[in-house]
Every structure is written in structure tokens, then in C-alpha cells.
DNA sequence: ACAGAAGTACGATCGTCGTCAAACTTCGAT
DNA sequence: ATCGAAGTTTGACGACGATCGTACTTCTGT
């Protein structure tokens, strides 16, 4: 039984990098991904958001905010749970997730 | 001598949009710009930025500056002048240009 | 009046990215 | 063992956007 559930590479935090994370987060559907998973107490499986996009789709936007260092996924059965960095991104970037995710701009994405 | 220099639309602080903004942020040309506008004390020709462009890509990317809100534009004999939009965006995103242009970000972008 | 400097406007090109459908894999439950 | 649920993978397609060169406009200086 080869885990087909083997945890995908995730960046570290040194890693991160600025161009790809604002380029992850250009993208509305990833930002409402986002936005989601913080205002949210658990971790959310893939197929819980809130999003209108096809399923390939939205395996797509969570490979690039993974890639980014957005989010940390892991497997719990056949679902694939995602977690935001948020730490992680307040160390690498202050204040830029705050400034997504609070104020005026959750509310225009929501 | 019908002014050529009229002044360009700018929208008001109350129709700023995240989108909008982060579509101008995520291109590096355009945050080079903007970091370079933050660092100077005065406002600067367009032809004075360090920007590896041509004339009429450069002239694209102010304008998408320029409607997203992020700089003003005004005319001084045949030079245009930009001056960074601070507090309307400030105003309108908390946070959201420190996180840009402070720290990690700005050395990088560098 | 003319030449040059500073940008703008207009197409055209070229790459990248978001999107989907279809086929496949893996796991859990029956 | 089998079926369904949950994602992934793999192309293909279409749209948008960054880029450039060329031609054009406007102002400044001489």
C-alpha cells in the first residue's frame, strides 16, 4: 500500500519568497482560500470551501498556495486537510496577511 | 495650445479596490517602481525610475499604477511627475504598503 | 521656427495562467 | 471484493497581460 497520501514538499520558511506569494495570492479564488482558512478554528478539507471552481481545478489553486508557503496540507484519510502558515507568513512577511485578511479587503472578498 | 498634460483620472480613495491593487503589486516592474517612489523624499519623472523597460512599456505600467489608485501623476513642462498615493492607500489597506515595502519584502525587491 | 526631450497611443506578438473534462489513484465502508 | 468519495494528473483551450517598435504629440530651449 505505497502511501499515495505522502506529504508533499513544503517550502521552508527561509524560502519564502515575496513575487511568488503575491502571485498566489493575485488570484481571488486562492485569497477567498485563504481568507477561509482564517477565519476558520480547524483545518478544512479540500472539498469544505467554499469556492466555484471544478474540482481540478481547485487542486490547482492549493498547489500553488502550498508552493508558496501558504498553506500546510496533509492527509487524514481521503481527504486532504489544509492549514494556514499563518505564523510562518507574519514571520517571512508582517502585517501582509493582516492586511489581506482584516479590514475593508476581507470584506470586499468575502 | 490645448494642454496635453491634462490630468489624468485618478480615482477616489472610496473606490479603491483590492483586486485592483494586488494585480498592480504582483508585477515586479510596478513594485520596483513603488519602492523606489517610497525611498525618494521628492516625486520622480517617470523617466528617472531604474526600471529595465522601454518608454512605452514603462508608460503602461504607471498607468496601471495610476488606476489602481497607488500613485498620482501630474505634468511639469513635458516630464510627468508621480508622488505615491501613502495615506489614500494607507487609508483604504491598512498595513497593506508597509508589508511591501518594509522588511524582507523591500530588500528583496531591491 | 526647429530640434530634441519626454511621454503617449497603437497594434502585434508571445507566454503564462486559470479553467475544464476525462481518466486515474487511493482510501474507507459495506 | 467492490463501490463510492475525495483528490490528482494530464492535456487542451482561451484569455489576458507584459513587452516592444513605430509613429505621434506636446512642451522647452535655442
Redesign the interface.
Known amino acids: 500500500m505505497g502511501l499515495m497520501g505522502r506529504t508533499p514538499p513544503h517550502p521552508d520558511v527561509s524560502q519564502f519568497?515575496?513575487?511568488q506569494v503575491?502571485?498566489a495570492?493575485?488570484d481571488?479564488v486562492r485569497?477567498s482560500i485563504v481568507t477561509q482558512l482564517d477565519a476558520s478554528e480547524e483545518d478544512l478539507a479540500c472539498g469544505t470551501f467554499d469556492i466555484a471552481v471544478s474540482k481540478s481545478t481547485a487542486t490547482h489553486h492549493f498547489k500553488v498556495l502550498r508552493e508558496a508557503g501558504l498553506i500546510r496540507q496533509y492527509y487524514v484519510g481521503t481527504s486532504r486537510m489544509n492549514a494556514l502558515r499563518r505564523a510562518e507568513m507574519d514571520e517571512?512577511?508582517?502585517?501582509?496577511l493582516?492586511?489581506?485578511t482584516?479590514?475593508?479587503?476581507a470584506a470586499?472578498?468575502r
Chains 1, 2 share one sequence.
Open positions: 519568497d515575496l513575487q503575491l502571485e495570492l493575485v481571488p485569497r517571512a512577511f508582517p502585517g501582509l493582516d492586511a489581506l482584516r479590514s475593508r479587503a470586499l472578498t
